[in-house]
Structures are given as structure tokens and as C-alpha cells.
């Protein structure tokens, strides 16, 4: 008797807890953060067998669209066809967006060139990997050796051998204000 009560129970219990709820999709909150987080990270990035790019991070997050942050600055290094490190790129943040194939970095952006000795100062800076050029909309500032150049926008090689400033504010000599 006790058995057939605790059977019984049982499945009263069971029915009562198979409550199907209709679920809105638009109550559905989906997981928006990181799926995959890199630390100390360096990527090579290399045609033929030579080193062309070498990008360097402290802390990658990847997005499941592709997307990636660098949320603790990011380093990038250019190199000539001779395997000669030519340019340097560092900022504070940046991040690609897989979708237009474009790195973004912000916050105290700087580029120095190793082969003419010439330094890139500006907020932000795009850079194209397949096109291998690098622009910005924004103010810029370029010392080299006898000048200090200022503006606004900029195109360039991506190992900064050669830019154009599109909308140039003036040049001083010998870098003397």
C-alpha cells in the first residue's frame, strides 16, 4: 500500500513538474563577452617565409563574430623585404574588426620609423592589412630629423616609408617650436 502512495506520488509530482512555459525568443538574453582570451600574445604574419608583420599583446579578447579587443594596448612591428625591423606601431587599446579587416588603435598612438628616424604621434590610427597602409582622420604629428610636421589626416605606407598628410597645419625647422 505504502508503495503503491509513493508510486503514485511520484508521478503526480512528475506531471505537475513537466509544466511546458512557451519561451519569447525575445526574452532570450544571448552571452555577448569574450570566447576566447589570449595572454602575452604574439602573431607572425609572414609572406614567402619572411617576417612581414609581428603583432604583440599582453591580453587578446575574441569575439565570436571574429571580432578581437586589446583592451591593454597592442604592438605591432613592420618589417622591410630585407627582414630589417622598419617601423614600430604601439598604442594603449585596440581592436580588429573582422568585418572590414581593419585594426583600430587608439590612445596615444605612435609609430616610429627605424630607417629615416621619423615619429608618428595621434589618437587613432587605422591599419589596413591587406592593402598595407595605414590612415587616420585625425590629428597628426610627424618629427623627423629637421621638421615638425602637423595636420589633419593621414595616409601611409604601413611601415610609415612613406605618408601624406592630407590636410598639413604648417612645418617648422630643426623640430623648434
Not at 604629428?141 to 592630407?166: N, V
Amino acid at each position: 500500500m505504502w508503495n503503491r502512495l509513493i508510486v503514485a506520488l511520484l508521478v503526480v509530482i512528475g506531471i505537475a513538474s513537466c509544466n511546458t512555459k512557451e519561451v519569447n525568443p525575445a526574452d532570450i538574453v544571448y552571452y555577448s563577452g569574450p570566447v576566447a582570451t589570449a595572454y602575452n600574445l604574439r602573431t607572425e604574419y609572414s609572406d614567402s617565409a619572411r617576417t612581414k608583420v609581428v603583432v604583440n599583446s599582453k591580453l587578446q579578447l575574441e569575439y565570436s563574430d571574429g571580432d578581437r579587443e586589446f583592451p591593454q594596448g597592442i604592438q605591432v612591428d613592420f618589417y622591410n623585404p630585407d627582414g630589417k625591423n622598419a617601423a614600430r606601431l604601439t598604442a594603449n587599446y585596440a581592436r580588429y574588426e573582422k568585418q572590414t579587416n581593419l585594426y583600430i588603435a587608439t590612445g596615444n598612438v605612435i609609430i616610429r620609423d627605424f630607417i629615416e628616424t621619423k615619429t608618428l604621434n595621434t589618437e587613432e590610427l587605422r591599419w589596413n592589412r591587406a592593402e598595407k597602409r595605414i590612415f587616420t582622420d585625425k590629428f597628426v604629428r610627424i618629427q623627423t630629423a629637421t621638421e615638425l610636421l602637423t595636420g589633419t589626416g593621414l595616409t601611409a605606407a604601413q611601415d610609415f616609408s612613406t605618408y601624406r598628410i592630407l590636410k598639413p597645419a604648417g612645418s617648422l625647422s630643426n623640430g623648434t617650436l
